[in-house]
């Protein structure tokens, strides 16, 4: 059973904060994203890694950064947090097969900035 | 890259009745479409998938199907029970890796 776990379910920061949000997975896989979540906009792909050290921006990285410095562990960086920065953060990963890329997710962290 | 819309927002449907989520994607080298189910409170999780070489997969109650010359796809579901409440993503891959999801449906299935 694929486990991708993030380190918090509920954060609340303030306005200028550096933030950090941790995931991990136990399946060994290549590929881990972070997504957004907002009501109405969907998952928005943040950033994604497909390997140790290697970064690819996704479709909404400004004002984000990450770190992959282990296989397991993917971590999403907000260097001064803001307030258009409340929501819900989704990790995911996912393997390679072919041409099939199931994306597990983790339980998600609610971050809130005042 | 890749952009994808999808209609309804919201959905709702008598116990029983047929539900049907529809999405366009605009990158035609797109060539994998999976959906996504997340029930309130919990982490969306796959349902179902199908690839750009193929039109039509069925899973029992759920089925998907894809028309690449129109760039569309998708979500029927058969026979609706209240567990199918939840909110359903459609989602595409260009091959580099990411999906690109759509905007979500919240599917409401009066009993």
């Known amino acids: 059973d694929v486990k991708v776990t993030q380190s918090s379910r509920y954060l609340v920061k303030r306005t200028g904060e550096k933030v950090f949000l941790e995931c991990v997975q136990d399946?060994?896989?290549?590929?881990m994203f972070w997504y957004r979540q907002d009501p109405g906009l969907g998952l928005r792909l943040i950033y994604f890694?497909?390997?140790?050290?290697?970064?690819e921006k996704g479709d909404i990285p400004e004002g984000y950064s990450v770190s992959r410095e282990k296989k397991e562990r993917f971590s999403l960086i907000l260097e001064s947090a803001s307030t258009n920065q409340t929501s819900m953060y989704l990790c995911?990963?996912?393997?390679?097969?072919?041409?099939?890329?199931?994306?597990?997710f983790g339980q998600g962290t609610r971050l809130t900035v005042v | 890259g890749e952009n994808v819309e999808q209609h309804p927002s919201t959905l709702s449907v008598q116990e029983g009745d047929s539900a049907v989520i529809k999405c366009t994607y605009s990158?035609?080298?797109?060539?994998?479409f999976p959906w996504y189910k997340q029930e309130l409170g919990k982490r969306p999780q796959l349902i179902i998938d199908?690839?750009?070489?193929?039109g039509e997969k069925k899973d029992q109650r759920i089925a998907v199907t894809l028309n690449k010359t129109a760039k569309h796809f998708s979500l029927h579901i058969t026979e609706t029970q209240p567990e199918d409440s939840a909110v359903y993503f459609c989602?595409?891959?260009?091959?580099?890796?990411?999906?690109?999801f759509g905007s979500g449906t919240r599917l409401q299935v009066q009993p």
């Open positions: 995911a990963s996912s393997f390679m097969a072919g041409q099939h890329i199931e994306a597990f």
């Open positions: 399946m060994d896989h290549e590929n």
């Open positions: 890694s497909y390997d140790v050290k290697m970064k």
């Open positions: 990158d035609s080298a797109s060539n994998y």
């Open positions: 199908i690839r750009s070489n193929v």
């Open positions: 989602a595409a891959d260009t091959g580099r890796r990411a999906l690109t």
